[in-house]
């Protein structure tokens, strides 16, 4: 009885002591599954059909910011958002509308954190302002920007 009350005593000082950013990763992590990653592709690639050829991609880009929350504590949502999306322009596990269904997740993962979405409704943005975001997506996804490309952008709203 003791050895299972000090195990408890143990697992509740380390879930206490884990950073807040491991915490909500944690928390979003069962909320962006790939379930939910195909249900918006199917919206945004709609009338064609969503097809995931890369299952496997589709998990793994999903639990990038997990990872990068456990090894990186530091890091801020930002670059989990941003990690998010990485993943999923570089897998490429949708048959279509990749970029598109990484945007919008990285979007509603910031928005999920409580902190303002890439691109607010309320913000009006220029054409030129909304080419650049449309830009840096392209770029990650030609493999001429890197993952800091896509961290620039979420910073700045931040």
């Known amino acids: 009885m003791m050895q299972l009350s000090q195990t408890l005593s143990d697992c509740q000082t380390t879930i206490c002591m884990a950073p807040p950013s491991l915490i909500h990763a944690q928390r979003l992590a069962r909320l962006f599954t790939p379930t939910y990653a195909q249900c918006i592709n199917a919206q945004l690639v709609h009338p064609a059909p969503s097809q995931v050829v890369k299952p496997n991609e ?31 322009i570089k897998g490429h596990p949708f048959l279509d509308g990749n970029k598109r269904t990484a945007f919008f997740l990285a979007n509603e993962y910031l928005r999920a954190h409580g902190l303002p979405g890439l691109v607010e409704e309320k913000v009006k943005l220029s054409y030129t302002e909304l080419t650049a975001v449309a830009d840096q997506y392209i770029g990650v996804a030609s493999g001429r920007l890197p993952l800091d490309a896509l961290l620039r952008r979420t910073l700045r709203k931040e």
């Open 58 to 88: 589709l998990s793994s880009a999903l639990a990038r910011p997990l990872q990068v929350a456990h090894y990186e504590p530091e890091r801020s949502p930002a670059y989990l958002a941003a990690t998010l999306s990485y993943g999923l």
